[in-house]
């Protein structure tokens, strides 16, 4: 069992920035990646980053290229979401999740253990 807990969401003006925390225990070690999902009301679950475990290497889907950046601690077990110049329509729950089996994992499939979620609200 991998456990995840995520921080950092909370209400915030277009243009200004937050960053997400999630902090991995349990059974990491067969983690290949860790993701960052958003999910909007009445929208399906959406890949917005993710970053190998080993590499570092990355990955980022086309809106929020340039503005995002995903980032890992290995020594704290944790990965983050730097999220700049927010836009309301990144208003969504965030859910950070580990992936044991493929690189890039961009489908929920593909995921294994999930954290619960923090609330973004972008203010126009």
């Known amino acids: 069992q991998v456990q995840l807990v995520e921080s950092g969401g909370g209400l915030v003006q277009a243009g200004g920035s937050l960053r997400l925390s999630c902090a991995a225990s349990?059974?990491?070690?067969?983690?290949?990646?860790m993701g960052w999902f958003r999910q909007a009301p009445g929208k399906e679950r959406e890949n917005v980053a993710a970053?190998?475990?080993?590499?570092?290497?990355?990955y980022y889907t086309g809106s929020v290229k340039g503005r995002f950046t995903i980032s890992r601690d290995n020594a704290k077990n944790t990965v983050y979401l730097q999220m700049n110049s927010l836009k309301p329509e990144d208003t969504a729950v965030y859910y950070c999740?580990?992936?044991?089996?493929?690189?890039?994992?961009?489908?929920?499939?593909?995921?294994?253990?999930w954290g619960q979620g923090t609330q973004v609200t972008v203010s126009s």
């Open positions: 349990g059974r990491t070690f067969s983690r290949v990646a």
């Open positions: 970053i190998s475990w080993s590499s570092g290497a990355t």
């Open positions: 999740a580990t992936a044991s089996k493929v690189w890039v994992p961009t489908s929920t499939l593909q995921y294994d253990y």
